[in-house]
């Protein structure tokens, strides 16, 4: 089974900053990988798939690089709105699996 | 607009048995790929299993491996988990979710999810 560490934790960032948030892979995973966001109280919403590609209707300040084993979330300009639990889940192999969450909050 | 629609979930005691529904529109369904995900109260997302459009394609999470079984129905643009042998630690909110497909490897990402159905295991 691949495990997914993110970090950190927790991250605690101020409106209108840039967020970098990491996700690493115990093997390659190639650009299998998603990105979610979970508020409280509602369903994950997918961010970003193929590592890099933004799901339909997703703001172009959500934006994810990497490939093989290591991977980023980068939030360009942080929002009210995005103050949130953000996973990463890896599908290039089975089981998926994902990441332990990094919760943005607000400093 | 896409719906996906979770029922099914309760309480049941540990060992006794539990069927989830999803009901989806608004997309092809099937030519798509369905999932199930849990959520353990407080605690992160856990992959269930995952079913290809016709079926040919069944996985499981050794977690549940020989418990629960998944199946859909295109005629009905539902698919189901049928959960026996319920544990304290299957407590959980379960969600549906739907992938462009399961087979082709790049395309398994979860893009449209339900709202989830809570299934509390307890005595």
């Known amino acids: 089974e691949i495990v997914m560490t993110q970090s950190p934790a927790t991250l605690s960032v101020s409106p209108g900053e840039r967020a970098t948030l990491s996700c690493r892979a115990s093997q390659s995973v190639s650009s299998n990988l998603a990105w979610y966001q979970q508020k409280p109280g509602q369903a994950p919403r997918l961010l970003i798939y193929?590592?890099?590609a933004r799901a339909t209707g997703i703001p172009a300040r959500f934006s994810g690089s990497g490939s093989g084993t290591d991977f980023s979330l980068t939030i360009s300009s942080l929002q009210s709105e995005d103050f949130a639990v953000y996973y990463c889940q890896q599908y290039n192999n089975w089981p998926q699996t994902f990441g332990q969450g990094t919760k943005v909050e607000i400093k | 607009e896409v719906q996906v629609v979770e029922s099914g979930g309760g309480l049941v005691k540990p060992g006794g048995s539990l069927r989830l529904s999803c009901a989806a529109s608004g997309f092809t369904f099937s030519d798509s790929g369905l999932t199930w995900v849990r959520q353990a109260p407080g605690k992160g997302l856990e992959w269930v299993s995952s079913i290809s459009s016709s079926s040919s394609y069944i996985y499981y999470a050794d977690s549940v491996k020989g418990r629960f079984t998944i199946s859909r129905d295109n005629g009905k643009n539902s698919v189901y988990l049928q959960m026996n042998s319920l544990r304290a630690e299957d407590t959980a909110v379960y969600y549906c979710?739907?992938?462009?497909?399961?087979?082709?490897?790049?395309?398994?990402?979860?893009?449209?999810w339900g709202q989830g159905t809570l299934v509390t295991v307890s005595s």
């Open positions: 193929g590592a890099s």
């Open positions: 979710a739907r992938s462009p497909t399961v087979v082709k490897t790049d395309t398994r990402y979860l893009d449209y």
